[in-house]
């Protein structure tokens, strides 16, 4: 079993950014592959970006690529999504996700566990 939880969501103005956080307890958090999705109102649950266990592999949606990060520190049981250069479009709330396995597969129907979820507004 994992927990998660998240933090740093919030409201910003188009163009901002902010840095979003999940921490695990629970097993040993380098064995899972790591992911952030979002869900907008009305809208299906998508993949935002993911993260394999050692963090060598990372996956983003074409919708966010060059503009959010995804990192994990091994060491803190904890993984980021720096959003840069935020859009109307990335409102939604943010969950963290956790599977085991080696790859980082962008099906939500993958992962195993969420965290409750944090907030993302962008807007003016």
């Known amino acids: 079993q994992v927990q998660l939880v998240e933090s740093g969501g919030g409201l910003v103005q188009p163009g901002g950014s902010l840095r979003l956080s999940c921490a695990a307890s629970g097993r040993t958090f380098s064995i899972y592959t790591m992911a952030w999705f979002r869900q907008a109102p009305g809208k299906e649950r998508e993949f935002v970006a993911g993260?394999?266990?050692?963090?060598?592999?990372?996956v983003y949606a074409d919708s966010v690529k060059g503009r959010f990060t995804i990192s994990r520190d091994n060491a803190k049981n904890t993984v980021a999504l720096q959003m840069n250069s935020l859009k109307p479009d990335d409102t939604g709330v943010y969950y963290c996700?956790?599977?085991?396995?080696?790859?980082?597969?962008?099906?939500?129907?993958?992962?195993?566990?969420w965290g409750q979820g944090t907030q993302v507004t962008v807007s003016s």
């Open positions: 996700a956790a599977d085991w396995g080696l790859a980082v597969p962008k099906s939500r129907s993958e992962y195993t566990y």
């Open positions: 993260v394999n266990r050692s963090g060598g592999t990372l």
